[in-house]
């Protein structure tokens, strides 16, 4: 297929989807295309074209069919710890607060309404159905959907059995999955309590109408979008944020994952700021829970003092589901500067060190965050606005945050040595699960994503490690080490160009960095292209040279600088003499 078909293929896809093809992924693209033409004796790449692009049963199938081909399906329950405990914490018992006092008023049955949108296989909208029954000790008595929709069929389709295998319960704590599903063999399948509320249902996030009213899509009370918008061009990532405006009730919230909404106009939205996470809500206000609600910043679950535990753990013994008392969700401050002890300090800007407090103004500007002087006054004044006349209860809620926020660094800190222990031994599944703890816990923490690319790079899982290695460069696009995994993942899989050009960006940003040199000369030596091969051979000699000798040089297997010059000498000589 040459470039100018894949580049209509790439427009048809966003346009119908929202998915964006990234460069390094066209070669894998095209081969998928052609899959399904061989499926469908087609031959020629036009009639494959026009095949997707009539508005027909048979094109509305065959979409059906390369959706499974083009999308990551990738979940697990409980999906980002600091996420769900924001959930189970403030955001539903805000959401059921509000509700109740609807039933007081009205005398109906209270309902609850949540929609993951992208929800994979399932395991984000049980999650949601296991929190519910965790916090509604009456939740007969409620009307609650939970609604999960999707475009890939094949992952609706396991959704809706709900059977699922250890690896979905790779951060889940072993009592909550004993309560809640029930093991056959190897596999596992849920509760039929949970079941009751959860619905699946296909629908396409970029072509369908929302708010949908005949398919009860609409006035929803929670709206979770995670790690969908991260495949997605960022003008569907904008249409598809009018249509949940809309979708929500007026005060409702949108979670996102982490940094997914960057670079977005949220101007309708008011976005409120976790440690945890960020939520988006609908921003008319009029709603008695809103007014309710501190300003912008919090801290959650810091009095209880026992964070971890209480979500991932969701402690089948307790009995009452604990609702956290609303002195416990008064803001509270980290005046420390936030410098974490997980490399995440070299990695923030020092105004971003500051915890950030900024709403989402009307304007297109990048909202900046308070200075700390403002955020103090901020932070000691009451919600009417006024200073605070007690602020000594203030003074300890951030202390007490201190030392909180100190044990989390701890835990931070040995999770992260944990999991690169663990890679060391090749005990990968261990790695893995600490290294998503520690993004739990740290959601910019760069080392523990780029371990994880390393880890599932080593585990020959490409496409994982491709993508962790984009949030580390989310995290920070100045290290040279995601790319030059990136640069071997391509050249693994055959797409040398992209490899090449992965290679020149690394020398282009660290033009120290010998590895890169050496790799671009072994893929023009393998060219036959000597000259350049020979260029970057001896450019990579001339910075050995100024290394100590006994330097090691980590991307080359540990090897010494001087053992490393050696070797690159006698292949200039080779070289030379060919
Ligand atoms: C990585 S999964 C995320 C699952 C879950 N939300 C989570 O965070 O674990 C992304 C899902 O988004 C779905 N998706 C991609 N494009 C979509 C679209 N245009 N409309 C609806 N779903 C879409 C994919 O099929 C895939 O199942």
Redesign the pocket.
């Known amino acids: 297929m040459n470039d100018r078909h894949l580049e209509l293929f790439i427009q048809l896809i966003a346009n119908n989807?929202?998915?964006h093809i990234r460069p390094q992924d066209r070669t894998a693209l095209s081969q998928k295309i052609v899959l399904r033409m061989k499926n469908l004796n087609l031959s020629i790449p036009e009639k494959y074209y026009q095949l997707l692009e009539a508005d027909t049963e048979q094109s509305q199938k065959e979409w059906r069919k390369l959706?499974v081909l083009l999308?990551?399906?990738?979940?697990?329950f409980l999906?980002d710890v600091g996420q769900f405990k924001l959930l189970e914490k403030v955001i539903l018992p805000q959401i059921i607060e509000y509700k109740n006092q609807l039933k007081e008023a009205s005398g109906l049955n209270p309902s609850l309404r949540i929609w993951?949108?992208?929800?994979?296989?399932g395991?984000?909208a049980y999650s949601l159905a296991i929190l519910l029954e965790k916090l509604l000790p009456d939740w007969e008595n409620w009307n609650i959907l939970i609604l999960g929709?999707?475009?890939?069929e094949e992952?609706l389709e396991k959704a809706k059995q709900g059977i699922y295998s250890p690896w979905s319960f790779r951060l889940v704590n072993p009592g909550l999955q004993q309560q809640y599903f029930n093991q056959h063999k190897n596999e596992w399948i849920i509760e039929q309590k949970l079941v009751k509320n959860v619905k699946f249902r296909y629908?396409?996030?970029?072509?369908d109408e929302y708010p949908n009213i005949s398919d009860d899509i609409n006035n929803m009370d929670l709206i979770?979008?995670?790690?969908?918008f991260v495949?997605?061009e960022a003008q569907y990532i904008a249409l598809v944020l009018k249509k949940f405006y809309n979708t929500l009730r007026a005060g409702g919230y949108l979670m996102t994952?982490h940094a997914e909404l960057h670079g977005q106009v949220l101007d309708q939205f008011r976005a409120i700021i976790f440690p945890e996470s960020v939520i988006y809500q609908r921003s008319e206000v009029g709603q008695k829970e809103v007014s309710r609600m501190p300003p912008y910043i919090y801290n959650i679950g810091e009095a209880t003092n026992n964070s971890q535990q209480e979500l991932v753990g969701l402690d089948p013994n307790s009995s009452a589901p604990e609702k956290l008392a609303e002195t416990e969700i008064k803001p509270t401050a980290k005046l420390e500067p936030r410098v974490s002890p997980l490399g995440e300090d070299s990695l923030l800007s020092p105004t971003l060190q500051m915890p950030v407090l900024f709403p989402i103004s009307n304007t297109t500007e990048t909202p900046k965050p308070l200075k700390v002087r403002e955020l103090v006054d901020n932070i000691l004044r009451s919600s009417d606005g006024k200073p605070e006349e007690n602020n000594t209860v203030n003074t300890r809620q951030i202390s007490s945050s201190l030392t909180v926020e100190k044990e989390r660094q701890r835990a931070g800190i040995n999770l992260l040595q944990e999991a690169e222990a663990f890679c060391k031994n090749k005990t990968y599944f261990e790695a893995i699960k600490k290294a998503e703890q520690v993004i739990d816990l740290y959601p910019h923490n760069f080392k523990a994503y780029y371990l994880l690319a390393e880890i599932y790079a080593n585990l020959g899982k490409y496409e994982q490690a491709i993508n962790y290695c984009h949030q580390a460069i989310q995290v920070d696009s100045l290290s040279v080490f995601p790319y030059h995994l990136l640069a071997h993942i391509a050249e693994e899989n055959g797409d040398v160009e992209a490899a090449k050009n992965l290679l020149k960006k690394i020398i282009y940003l660290c033009p120290s960095f010998i590895s890169a040199y050496l790799d671009l000369g072994n893929i023009y030596a393998g060219e036959g292209n000597v000259k350049r091969a020979k260029k970057m051979y001896a450019t990579s000699c001339e910075l050995l040279k100024t290394l100590p000798p006994d330097t090691l040089i980590e991307q080359q297997g540990k090897i010494t600088a001087s053992e490393l010059l050696k070797y690159v000498k006698a292949i200039l000589v080779k070289l030379s003499i060919q």
Do not use: H, P, Q, W
Request: proline share 0%.
């Open positions: 989807l929202g998915l959706i999308t990551t399906t990738e979940s697990y999906r993951s949108a992208g929800c994979s296989t395991e984000e929709t999707d475009i890939n992952a629908g396409n996030l970029v072509k979770l979008c995670r790690n969908v495949y997605f994952s």
